[in-house]
């Protein structure tokens, strides 16, 4: 099936430490984003990559950062820079940037001990 | 900077009763709309969209939504809600040279 998988599905995060969420897709979409989500927020746009090796700043980029290898993996690593983790992370992936659909993945719930 | 209202947060409703989620957006050119749904720790999904032509798009499970240039909104509207219903729903604008932008969500929760 094809489809977009994130993981884990919680993570736990002490203080100081990085952490790297998954991301992967095997629709062969150009496109991947990061987005996060916290109550009454709506989503916010954290990175996204329109191709392979290549990577733009969202609206809420400082303290996370990613990498773009391949073209069916965009992990995400959540810094010590980043104060206030605790949100519910979603990947999504496109064809393209304009006008298309964007497929989720079912989201990674990271927590702070 | 292109943005999206959602001018309300929760909306309660009785199963079998109509709804309209409201939504607005800010821009001066030619956008695509779209609407989303999120079920409970989930991902979201895509319920429509409008790109060009007919400004009434329809999904497969009873929802519409009417795109209104002159008024810049996209309200989705349901005849009547069924329980499965309940889920949180996000209006979303691409202005074609940036990032899709999302509105807050709008929580709906049908009422036996």
């Known amino acids: 099936d094809g489809g977009i998988t994130q993981s884990p599905k919680y993570l736990f995060r002490k203080e100081g430490q990085n952490v790297t969420l998954s991301c992967e897709q095997n629709?062969?979409?150009?496109?991947m984003y990061w987005y996060r989500q916290d109550p009454g927020q709506g989503l916010r746009l954290i990175y996204y990559s329109q191709i392979v090796n290549d990577f733009q700043k969202g609206d809420i980029a400082e303290g996370y950062s990613v990498s773009r290898e391949k073209k069916e993996s965009f992990p995400l690593t959540v810094t010590s820079a980043q104060k206030n983790p605790t949100a519910f992370y979603l990947c999504?992936?496109?064809?393209?940037?304009?006008?298309?659909?964007?497929?989720f993945g079912p989201g990674t719930r990271l927590l702070v001990l | 900077a292109q943005s999206v209202t959602q001018l309300d947060s929760q909306v309660p409703v009785f199963e079998e009763a109509p709804v309209e989620l409201r939504c607005n957006y800010s821009s001066s050119v030619s956008v695509y709309l779209f609407w989303y749904v999120q079920y409970p720790n989930q991902g979201l999904q895509l319920l429509l969209k409008?790109?060009?032509?007919?400004?009434l798009v329809e999904s497969i499970n009873g929802f519409e939504a009417e795109f209104n240039k002159s008024q810049t909104s996209f309200h989705l509207r349901k005849p009547s809600v069924h329980i499965s219903d309940t889920a949180e729903y996000f209006c979303a604008v691409d202005s074609g040279n940036t990032p899709l932008v999302f509105g807050k969500g709008t929580r709906l929760s049908v009422i036996a």
């Open positions: 999504a992936s496109s064809t393209g940037t304009s006008g298309e659909t964007q497929y």
């Open positions: 409008y790109l060009s032509g007919s400004t």
């Open positions: 629709l062969n979409h150009d496109a």
